[in-house]
């Protein structure tokens, strides 16, 4: 468990990354390849942490959309060029508060059982 609690919290400092880059929201997402950059190979380190948590912790999980953070990684490494930035956008706005949550409940829960 001790390695899957690294691995949560560096997903955790990913999302936390995402979120101050995009503070001045979508236009200035949009308008600045730096912020997109930085965001998207934040998105890809965060899969592929979620990727290294042991099956154990993630069947304890179900919650989390596992799968769909692996494919969208995929997408990220293997198709780059087919990377659409207003599903980028959904995924911060949207889905990554969602994973924010998830991902700071599995550490509580981690924590207290140290």
Same mark, same amino acid.
């Given at each position: 468990?001790?390695?899957?609690?690294?691995?949560?919290?560096?997903?955790?400092?990913?999302?936390?990354?995402?979120?101050?880059?995009?503070?001045?929201?979508?236009?200035?997402?949009?308008?600045?390849?730096?912020?997109?950059?930085?965001?998207?190979?934040?998105?890809?380190?965060?899969?592929?942490?979620?990727?290294?948590?042991?099956?154990? *912790?993630?069947?304890?999980?179900?919650?989390?959309?596992?799968?769909?953070?692996?494919?969208?990684?995929?997408? *990220?490494?293997?198709?780059?060029?087919?990377?659409?930035?207003?599903?980028?956008? /959904?995924?911060?706005?949207?889905? *990554?508060?969602? *994973?924010?949550?998830?991902?700071?409940?599995?550490?509580? /829960?981690?924590?207290?059982?140290?």
């Amino acid at each position: 468990m001790k390695d899957d609690r690294l691995y949560v919290h560096h997903a955790l400092e990913c999302i936390q990354r995402i979120d101050r880059y995009c503070q001045s929201g979508e236009k200035a997402f949009r308008q600045s390849e730096m912020v997109q950059d930085a965001v998207l190979r934040n998105l890809q380190t965060l899969a592929e942490s979620t990727q290294r948590i042991g099956d154990r *912790l993630r069947d304890l999980h179900p919650e989390v959309d596992w799968r769909a953070i692996a494919g969208f990684r995929n997408v *990220l490494v293997h198709d780059y060029l087919g990377i659409n930035l207003e599903r980028v956008w /959904e995924i911060v706005s949207v889905h *990554l508060p969602v *994973l924010r949550s998830q991902m700071e409940a599995i550490r509580q /829960e981690a924590d207290s059982r140290e």
